[in-house]
Antibody, heavy 122, light 107 residues
Framework: QVQLQESGPGLVKPSQTLSLTCTVSGGSISSGNYYWSWIRQPAGKGLEWIGRIYASGSTNYNPSLKRRFTISVDTSKNQFSLKLSSVTAADTAVYYC??????????????WGRGTLVTVSS | DIQMTQSPSTLSASVGDRVTITCRASQSINRWLAWYQQKPGKAPNLLIYKASSLESGVPSRFSGSGSGTEFTLTISSLQPDDFATYYCQQYNDYSRTFGQGTKVEIK
């Protein structure tokens, strides 16, 4: 079955750029039936949707977040990635990648990675 | 942005209890609402979509209802595995927003 796995550094210094990758296994990221999203969760707090990408490279971002996020896709590697620039301690969180339906109003998350903890600290 | 508000924030209940969690949207979201269960240290797990559709593999003791701005998640008979935090999520517009969560604790 399809699985998602996040990878990336667990510790990032303030003002640097955070880079995370989500590897899709057991299925193709180019299947056309799904969007691929990033969601984060600070310790003890709720979930915040960051944005999503389609296999074509088309993206949507949470309009409530400042434009420090960039999501990209590498279909040859069956991966999609998240970059967050100028990180601060407020960006410390567990970052999840998730699959979202691509059909109209199927925009819920039916598959999640295990999550990766990113700590911003000097 | 559409704001989602869950109540209560914490709920204490016993095994076998009927449990209801409410989620209110700041504007109408039709039936475009999902519910998730999250256990400590784990990713959320989809329970319900389109307000009342049960995700495959989810026990039938979970049910969802509502439309417009008010929604409920009901667990008909609480089981030991159900002690967790539950989140609602709207997908009516391009910004997916979650409720703040409801923690179901052992009474």
């Amino acid at each position: 079955q399809v699985q998602l796995q996040e990878s990336g550094p667990g510790l990032v210094k303030p003002s640097q750029t955070l880079s995370l990758t989500c590897t899709v296994s057991g299925g193709s990221i180019s299947s056309g039936n799904y969007y691929w999203s990033w969601i984060r969760q600070p310790a003890g707090k709720g979930l915040e949707w960051i944005g999503r990408i389609y296999a074509s490279g088309s993206t949507n971002y949470n309009p409530s977040l400042k434009r420090r996020f960039t999501i990209s896709v590498d279909t040859s590697k069956n991966q999609f990635s998240l970059k967050l620039s100028s990180v601060t301690a407020a960006d410390t969180a567990v970052y999840y990648c998730a699959r979202e339906g691509a059909g109209e109003y199927n925009w819920y998350f039916d598959l999640w990675g295990r999550g990766t903890l990113v700590t911003v600290s000097s | 942005d559409i704001q989602m508000t869950q109540s209560p924030s914490t709920l204490s209940a016993s095994v076998g209890d009927r449990v209801t969690i409410t989620c209110r949207a700041s504007q109408s979201i039709n039936r475009w609402l999902a519910w998730y269960q999250q256990k400590p240290g784990k990713a959320p797990n989809l329970l319900i979509y389109k307000a009342s559709s049960l995700e495959s593999g989810v026990p039938s003791r979970f049910s969802g209802s509502g439309s417009g701005t008010e929604f409920t998640l009901t667990i008909s008979s609480l089981q030991p595995d159900d002690f967790a935090t539950y989140y609602c999520q709207q997908y009516n517009d391009y910004s997916r927003t979650f409720g703040q969560g409801t923690k179901v604790e052992i009474k």
